[in-house]
């Protein structure tokens, strides 16, 4: 059995965010080496290559786009992380011109994803647990097959 997690977010940020924004964004995604002051732990996205626990790739890019900035990461987590994850996928949500949802977390062992929804008006981000796929009660979408 093991504690990781696969966490995927994919979400875009207005071209405006201030220069400590990126750079804060950097340091997570492992582009920078430069310490900051008010990021005491290690970079959460800086993880690439093929996965350890999860299978597939990890990743973590934000790149220019027509709307300011786009983010995808795909990486592993560990719940002693889950604290400054938290307060990362916060700070992004309060950031982030993606309405609905921006994002998944997945326990290794586990089917289905809980779903990661921002709300940028109000400026947080919500973790939703849905059914599992081999529940029989609450289905999403019944199996006419069974």
Known sequence: MSDFYELQLAL?????????????LRRHLGESSEELQHLDAY???SARGPAQ???GTLIGDLARSTRGWALTVRQEVHPDEFDELRGLVQWLAAR???FGTIGYLRFLEQEVPDVLVADPAAGTAQ????????????????????
Do not use: M
Not at 12 to 24: C, H, K, R
Not at 127 to 146: F, G, K, N, V
């Open 127 to 146: 973790r939703l647990t849905l059914p599992s796929a081999r529940s029989t009660e609450d289905q999403l979408i019944p199996d006419p097959w069974s």
């Open 12 to 24: 875009d940020l207005p071209g405006s965010l201030t220069d400590d924004d990126l750079a804060l």
């Open 43 to 45: 970079p959460l996205f």
């Open 96 to 98: 982030t011109s993606t």
């Open 53 to 55: 626990r999860v299978g």
